[in-house]
């Protein structure tokens, strides 16, 4: 039983899954370089908008033909901009296991109408992927940030399938392998794995994708920042650094930043690499405790990015007020903040582990939780 502090703390304690961690030894002066004051439509402006978009596509390895953008209202505004311009022509597959799936299922159910049919897996696990008709256009997430659950390759997606794929992949870009050839649509947010700053998204369309675009227009309206074409074709300037609204250029600049570190560790195969790292620190914890696991119970989905940890001991009485007095200590302290599970997931501890997190943070991390259980279970059986 740990009954005294531990001796190593975290040297960064920011677990946060969104905002994350900024990469490590970060600083406000990196910044200094931000054309701020200026238009983003300037030539300097445009020079950095630009500069973000080649770098993601030579880091992430995104195909030369597909488009890359930056777009509104982070990830949120990029899945959304490619549901509402894309969907409706066929009917759809809305796949979700945790929240943020289960949010694009509403959209298309409640606010678009579409045909759709629904496939659901309960937090800690996962849709067949090899039943769904990909005959349809099929809604996912690749990685579930609130779950812990994640695909474990793109093995089930025909390459000769009729509709396009929408994949989510705001908690796996540059940390996990993305198989570019099986998504038409790919979103994500600066701000989990490389911890840029928030409210900015990424929309990444294949051809296929940039083919349904100039076909279909949609039955509902689309507002401004939605709009992707003009008189049937894409508007080529968003994907190079046009941005269809007025972007933050210190943001900019903090990707940009971000992506100077992302290529000084080796690029994706060391961000990755990092990942999976810090992954491992926890398995090893885990795997040496029996009153804790992994909220996935198949070691094939588990996510090393968004780590969903639950209490399995049999003396905690109300196991969500337990892991929330856990956090709390962990908060108190300063060696674990924003360490609580999701507010609509099981009850639990969600450690970020992309790729700005060191894995040293990790390890000296787990002890801390260790001590935080004993103490909590004292608590609890003192107020008995």
Same mark, same amino acid.
């Given at each position: 039983?740990?009954?005294?502090?531990?001796?190593?703390?975290?040297?960064?304690?920011?677990?946060?899954?969104?905002?994350?961690?900024?990469?490590?030894?970060?600083?406000?002066?990196?910044?200094?370089?931000?054309?701020?004051?200026?238009?983003?439509?300037?030539?300097?402006?445009?020079?950095?908008?630009?500069?973000?978009?080649?770098?993601?596509?030579?880091?992430?390895?995104?195909?030369?033909?597909?488009?890359?953008?930056?777009?509104?209202?982070?990830?949120?505004?990029?899945?959304?901009?490619?549901?509402?311009?894309?969907?409706?022509?066929?009917?759809?597959?809305?796949?979700?296991?945790?929240?943020?799936?289960?949010?694009?299922?509403?959209?298309?159910?409640?606010?678009?109408?579409?045909?759709?049919?629904?496939?659901?897996?309960?937090?800690?696990?996962?849709?067949?992927?090899? #039943?769904?008709?990909?005959?349809?256009?099929?809604?996912?997430?690749?990685?579930?940030?609130?779950?812990?659950?994640?695909?474990?390759?793109?093995? #089930?997606?025909?390459?000769?399938?009729?509709?396009?794929?929408?994949?989510?992949?705001?908690?796996?870009?540059?940390?996990?392998?993305?198989?570019?050839?099986?998504?038409?649509?790919?979103?994500?947010?600066?701000?989990?794995?490389?911890?840029?700053?928030?409210?900015?998204?990424?929309?990444?369309?294949?051809?296929?994708?940039?083919?349904?675009?100039?076909?279909?227009?949609?039955?509902?309206?689309?507002?401004?920042?939605?709009?992707?074409?003009?008189?049937?074709?894409?508007?080529?300037?968003?994907?190079?650094?046009?941005?269809?609204?007025?972007?933050?250029?210190?943001?900019?600049?903090?990707?940009?930043?971000?992506?100077?570190?992302?290529?000084?560790?080796?690029?994706?195969?060391?961000?990755?690499?990092?990942?999976?790292?810090?992954?491992?620190?926890?398995?090893?914890?885990?795997?040496?405790?029996?009153?804790? !696991?992994?909220?996935?119970?198949?070691?094939?989905?588990?996510?090393?990015?968004?780590?969903?940890?639950?209490?399995?001991?049999?003396?905690?009485?109300?196991?969500? #007020?337990?892991?929330?007095?856990?956090?709390?200590?962990?908060?108190?302290?300063?060696?674990?903040?924003?360490?609580?599970?999701?507010?609509?997931?099981?009850?639990?501890?969600?450690?970020?582990?992309?790729?700005?997190?060191?894995?040293?943070?990790?390890?000296?991390?787990?002890?801390?939780? !260790?001590?935080?259980?004993?103490?909590?279970?004292?608590?609890?059986?003192?107020?008995?």
């Amino acid at each position: 039983m740990v009954t005294t502090h531990p001796g190593t703390r975290p040297a960064n304690p920011r677990f946060s899954s969104g905002p994350c961690a900024k990469p490590p030894h970060w600083t406000l002066d990196a910044l200094k370089d931000a054309p701020l004051g200026r238009s983003h439509r300037a030539s300097v402006g445009k020079a950095k908008l630009k500069a973000a978009i080649d770098r993601t596509r030579a880091i992430l390895g995104v195909p030369d033909d597909y488009r890359i953008g930056i777009v509104p209202a982070s990830d949120t505004g990029a899945y959304e901009m490619a549901m509402w311009t894309m969907l409706g022509q066929r009917p759809v597959e809305m796949v979700a296991w945790e929240s943020f799936g289960a949010g694009w299922v509403t959209d298309a159910v409640k606010q678009l109408k579409l045909d759709a049919r629904i496939n659901e897996a309960r937090y800690g696990e996962i849709v067949d992927m090899a #039943a769904l008709d990909y005959d349809r256009d099929v809604c996912f997430t690749w990685n579930g940030t609130t779950s812990g659950v994640r695909m474990p390759d793109g093995g #089930a997606i025909p390459a000769d399938r009729g509709g396009l794929t929408l994949c989510d992949a705001t908690s796996a870009a540059f940390a996990m392998d993305l198989p570019w050839d099986k998504l038409d649509v790919t979103t994500f947010s600066w701000q989990k794995v490389l911890g840029g700053e928030a409210a900015h998204g990424v929309l990444i369309l294949s051809p296929r994708a940039v083919e349904r675009l100039e076909s279909y227009t949609p039955p509902w309206p689309l507002p401004k920042i939605f709009r992707l074409t003009k008189g049937g074709k894409l508007i080529d300037g968003i994907f190079v650094g046009e941005t269809i609204n007025t972007p933050s250029m210190l943001c900019v600049e903090d990707y940009l930043v971000a992506l100077d570190w992302a290529e000084s560790i080796g690029g994706l195969p060391g961000l990755i690499e990092r990942a999976d790292n810090n992954y491992s620190a926890i398995a090893q914890f885990v795997d040496e405790h029996d009153w804790i !696991e992994f909220l996935a119970a198949d070691p094939a989905v588990r996510s090393t990015t968004s780590v969903c940890l639950k209490f399995t001991d049999d003396r905690i009485a109300d196991g969500a #007020a337990f892991a929330k007095a856990v956090a709390k200590r962990l908060e108190a302290e300063g060696v674990g903040f924003d360490m609580g599970a999701y507010r609509d997931a099981p009850p639990g501890l969600r450690i970020w582990c992309g790729s700005t997190v060191e894995t040293s943070d990790v390890a000296a991390l787990m002890p801390w939780i !260790e001590w935080a259980f004993e103490a909590e279970l004292a608590e609890q059986a003192k107020a008995a």
